[in-house]
């Protein structure tokens, strides 16, 4: 693996971060990467992808100490995955930072509404492209903010566990809301099981509130709406990065396998250890290839990885 451009920016003296995107394991498969990621640094230091390459370009008037990393899966079914993610790439370049959780949910609901124009198609929504979207908003010295759309996932690793941290933008999610699953059929069908089918994305709109009809709006997950055992994880929230634990936003291409939470529990012994974000990074990239789940499906893979030191 190449040294990436990612591994140029600062973070500041608590985080260390390592990003990477490939198409999959199977190069033979010549599959297109629709994933996307951004990076933007504490000195407004942007690395994203165009075009399946990385690219590294500076964000004008960013304020010095604030931060900004997403990841994205774009659809591809209706050939714009990789468009789709690329414009909202381009669209969270252009949002400032923001300060408060009201100000970055205006933003990109904004956002959202407007790439949706800009695709146009809205006589025929379900041809529409859409993508995921899980952020992190770093702010100096203050808890994170993040917002989610779709089923990219953040998960926290720590004391050898791994817990996500984002609800999956599923049928099963909606099915839950609904009061037709308890808490132990909905993890079985989100974290035992391979469904590859969403309920929301970013640009596509959201077929949650309606599970007939394919909405234009974001439909936002809260405790409101939410059985009791998910109002924890509602989408739009601040979030404290704890020291000493590592945070990990990647795309579904990881999970998409026969038993995906037993896989995915052997996270931690694969990650904690490691003496640097990159190495931790690279491990699991070099993992899935090597020593890959049962059945895992041929997928793009995106993820960045959010070391927090322990303060001294």
């Known amino acids: 693996m190449n040294t990436p451009a990612s591994d140029r920016l600062q973070f500041g003296p608590l985080l260390e971060l390592a990003a990477h995107s490939s198409a999959g394991v199977h190069p033979r498969l010549g599959l297109e990467n629709q994933d996307n990621y951004l990076l933007i640094d504490v000195h407004g230091r942007a690395v994203f992808l165009r075009d399946q390459q990385e690219c590294l370009q500076r964000v004008a008037h960013w304020p010095a100490g604030h931060a900004r990393v997403a990841v994205l899966d774009g659809m591809g079914g209706h050939g714009q995955g990789r468009q789709a993610a690329e414009a ?27 790439l949706q124009h800009h695709f146009g198609l809205h006589d025929n929504p379900a041809r529409r492209p859409g993508t995921t979207l899980t952020m992190l908003e770093l702010r100096p010295g203050q808890p994170a903010l993040l917002y989610h759309v779709g089923d990219s996932r953040l998960y926290q690793l720590g004391d050898g566990q791994i817990t996500p941290l984002t609800i999956d933008h599923v049928p099963a999610t909606a099915y839950a809301m609904a009061g037709q699953l308890d808490e132990h059929e909905w993890w079985q ?40 055992y998910l109002y924890h994880l509602q989408d739009r929230r601040a979030l404290e990065l704890r020291p000493g634990c590592s945070y990990l936003l990647a795309s579904d291409g990881f999970w998409a396998c026969a038993e995906p939470f037993g896989w995915v529990s052997r996270w931690p012994g694969l990650l904690e250890g490691r003496h640097s974000a990159r190495a931790a990074c690279n491990a699991l990239f070099d993992e899935i290839a090597n020593r890959p789940p049962d059945l895992l499906h041929a997928d793009n893979l995106t993820a960045i990885l959010i070391r927090v030191k322990e303060m001294s």
Do not use: M, W
Request: overall charge negative; glycine content about 6%; some cysteine.
């Open 88 to 114: 909202v790439v381009a669209g969270l370049l252009a949002i400032p930072a923001c300060a408060t959780l009201g100000a970055l949910s205006a933003q990109l609901d904004a956002l959202h509404t407007s």
């Open 189 to 228: 069908q989100v974290h035992g099981e391979h469904r590859p089918q969403i309920s929301q994305a970013f640009i596509l709109g959201n077929a949650i509130a309606n599970t007939t009809l394919l909405s234009d709006p974001l439909f936002e997950l809260t405790p409101l709406n939410l059985p009791t």
